[in-house]
């Protein structure tokens, strides 16, 4: 039987980048015989403008049937000021949550031909190969109640719950020591346990965990620490497992070693292995309709989908290496230029990957 996914391009640079995937993916289909079967849907903007809402059932629904979603991006000044529940945004929460994707995965890996994008010195961002473990369905992100109220005195007070349960802390924590045990066996849990009580049962659940994993090292960090020492010296870490939104942050932070966040792929994973697929980017309104956007995050997000939801851990491994193959090339899109290597367009990245795909 053939297997679905979802393609949800959304805003922006989505539609650009998500159609250079899907000429990557008919690609890879072809040169491993593949049975996949792709549909289309709106999210976000795009959504708002079709359909009113950012998310609609019905697109909700071919999400929770297909095996993965690929996803674009969301977002853009169109919209910005809607109220925080008709957002662009507000489709890929939904999604996350509707989905269960609870763990996200975001690796930051240096490819050694980009040292010299990176803003650190290429000796600090040598052999980086980070796996960022962010918790995406609780915390602070969904926490109740949160809203903005009018006090007695009619000053307006906005609010927010940081909140996280024993059993949320312990899937994500599995999900981390697992990936530490299959890459460097270290893990290092990112909280704020010296103020904020949520976080200090984060770290108590996450070290009780730890004897069941003899095979891992485990060590804590401040959250404002982490962020120093990723900048400082990123090396020291393999996997990094935390909460929603210190793990919005952090990524964000080691995409940008890597020379350009337009090159991290991610994936969000429920119970069950199905899984949501997006470049860690945004939207870029700036650069939209342009063809200046970077594809390779999203051809890598596909590969991630492939591996994880798919199975089809050779046609992942293609995608990967033909990325490599491009950038040894020197083709470019102008986020990862630097002198000497001549600019190409998102098209062209593109092509250029399916060739190297074909040639293979
Ligand atoms: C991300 C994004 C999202 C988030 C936004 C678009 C809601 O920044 O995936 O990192 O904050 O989770
Ligand atoms: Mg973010």
């Not at 998500?18 to 008919?26: F, G």
């Not at 000021?81 to 996200?104: C, D, I, S, T, V």
């Not at 995409?255 to 119970?271: F, H, K, V, Y």
């Amino acid at each position: 039987m053939s297997q679905q996914i979802l393609c949800l391009p959304g805003d922006g640079i989505g539609p650009e980048i998500v159609n250079e995937t899907l000429k990557v993916l008919d690609t890879v289909s072809q040169g491993f015989s593949l049975d996949i079967k792709v549909s289309h849907g709106l999210v976000g903007g795009a959504a708002i403008k079709a359909e009113g809402v950012p998310l609609s059932d019905n697109t909700l629904k071919q999400a929770q049937a297909a095996d993965a979603v690929l996803f674009g991006a969301v977002g853009g000044p169109d919209w910005d000021h809607l109220p925080m529940e008709q957002r662009p945004e507000k489709g890929l929460l939904q999604l996350r949550e509707g989905l269960g994707l609870f763990a996200n995965l975001r690796p930051a890996i240096l490819y050694p031909q980009l040292a010299e994008a990176s803003s650190l010195k290429p000796e600090i961002v040598a052999g980086l190969d980070i796996l960022i473990v962010r918790e995406l369905t609780g915390g602070i992100y969904f926490g109740q109640p949160r809203g903005i109220r009018q006090l007695n005195d009619g000053e307006r007070q906005g609010f927010n719950t940081y909140v996280y349960g024993e059993s949320e802390i312990r899937r994500i924590a599995k999900v981390a020591f697992e990936a530490a045990q299959k890459r460097g066996g270290r893990l290092c849990s990112v909280d704020k346990s010296n103020v904020l009580e949520v976080t200090a049962l984060w770290r108590e659940v996450v070290t009780d965990m730890a004897s069941e994993y003899p095979d891992v090292e485990l060590s804590h960090m401040y959250v404002d620490n982490a962020a120093m020492q990723l900048v400082r010296d990123p090396r020291q870490f393999d996997v990094i497992v935390t909460g929603n939104m210190f793990g919005d942050i952090l990524s964000d932070c080691a995409a940008m070693l890597t020379g350009s966040i337009g090159m991290l792929p991610s994936a969000s994973l429920n119970e069950s292995g199905k899984g949501l697929y997006e470049p860690v980017h945004g939207s870029a309104p700036d650069i939209a309709g342009r063809n200046r956007a970077n594809p390779l995050a999203t051809f890598l997000s596909l590969a991630m989908l492939l591996r994880y939801s798919l199975g089809e851990a050779a046609a992942a491994d293609a995608i990967e290496v033909a990325v490599g193959h491009v950038l040894d090339q020197g083709l470019r899109t102008p986020d990862i230029a630097s002198d000497g290597c001549g600019t190409v367009t998102t098209a062209g990245m593109g092509d250029a990957v399916v060739s190297a795909l074909k040639a293979k």
